[in-house]
């Protein structure tokens, strides 16, 4: 993956596009899931078949804004009469890797959704077996703290094909 640096966007909610990645929507944090950038992330990633998706990303100044993005996005499934459980394995441990893989199987087994939130692998080495073991993933970007080295080194050990693309997050905004 090509990550550029990119320029903060006047626009919190202004679509991205950036290197060799399909670009997502730049959004906070705050979900309104009538926004069009939260329905046209969602109509995105439906553009792909999927059961389990990770979301990676971490922010020192937005620690829970791919939480709460995951978050969003099970409000607007459940709107659209769909269920969609959100699992925060940010800080998952080796040992408990076996259970979460468990609980992924037990939803997607029975035809629902789940998205997993993981760290970049620069910060939790359980990302890359976790991601290996979903069917999709989405990189959260956050403007001015994800670093080049720390989003290549996550798509280049997970491996390229795994990711739908990138969702670029403005922390400094999203509160």
Do not use: Y
């Not at 922010?59 to 709460?68: H, W």
């Not at 069917?135 to 703290?145: H, N, Q, S, V």
């Not at 739908?164 to 403005?170: D, K, Q, T, Y």
Request: contains cysteine; proline residues 5%; neutral net charge.
């Amino acid at each position: 993956m090509q990550v550029q640096p990119m320029a903060q966007p006047a626009n919190p909610m202004e679509v991205s596009s950036g290197g060799g990645m399909p670009s997502m929507p730049s959004i906070s944090s705050a979900s309104n899931t009538m926004d069009p950038v939260w329905q046209r992330l969602w109509l995105r990633c439906q553009q792909h078949d999927w059961q389990s998706l990770a979301f990676i990303g971490s922010s020192k100044r937005d620690p829970d804004g791919v939480l709460e993005i995951a978050h969003g996005m099970a409000r607007l499934a459940s709107e659209l009469g769909q269920e969609l459980t959100v699992f925060d394995a940010r800080n998952l441990g080796l040992k408990d890797m076996g259970r979460m893989l468990a609980q992924i199987q037990s939803i997607t087994s029975r035809g629902k959704r789940c998205i997993v939130v993981l760290k970049l692998v620069t910060e939790n080495p359980t990302t890359v077996p976790m991601v290996q073991n979903v069917d999709a993933a989405l990189l959260g970007i956050f403007i001015g703290e994800t670093s080049v080295i720390a989003a290549s080194r996550t798509v280049d050990e997970v491996g390229r094909a795994k990711f739908l693309g990138s969702v670029v997050l403005n922390a400094s905004l999203s509160r």
